[in-house]
């Protein structure tokens, strides 16, 4: 079974930072197609950043220029840098991943991963 390994969540206050990681047991990252998403209660969860396996990343307009998404191939990690927290950021993060279409391939513009990590939690005071 895979394994999306995740950490890094937490509290911050407003204008913090966290950086959040996740590594696949069984794939490599560069094989796949990685990515970030967060959920809120009561709310569909949302795409925010992801990157293909030729390192193209994509994020979403609500977090563009305050998070990154990264990877490191030989750590076989993918990362999240958030910065200039908000409290809207306040919210379960999800890794996922996809390595049967490594190029992010998505359908009406959204991307449905066959791999997901198990949420960690990221809360912003303001």
């Known amino acids: 079974q895979v394994q999306l390994v995740e950490s890094g969540g937490g509290s911050v206050q407003a204008g913090g930072s966290l950086r959040l990681s996740c590594a696949p047991s069984?794939?490599?990252?560069?094989?796949?197609?990685v990515g970030w998403f967060r959920q809120v209660p009561g709310k569909e969860r949302e795409e925010i950043a992801s990157?293909?396996?030729?390192?193209?990343?994509k994020h979403a307009d609500s977090v563009k220029g305050r998070f990154t998404i990264s990877t490191d191939n030989a750590k076989n990690t993918l990362y999240l840098q958030m910065d200039s927290l908000k409290p809207e950021d306040t919210a379960m993060y999800y890794c996922?991943?996809?390595?049967?279409?490594?190029?992010?391939?998505?359908?009406?513009?959204?991307?449905?991963?066959?791999?997901w990590g198990q949420g960690t939690q990221v809360t912003v005071s303001s």
């Open positions: 990157i293909d396996s030729y390192g193209t990343p």
């Open positions: 069984l794939y490599t990252i560069r094989s796949a197609c």
């Open positions: 996922a991943a996809d390595p049967t279409f490594p190029w992010c391939s998505r359908s009406s513009g959204r991307w449905r991963p066959a791999d």
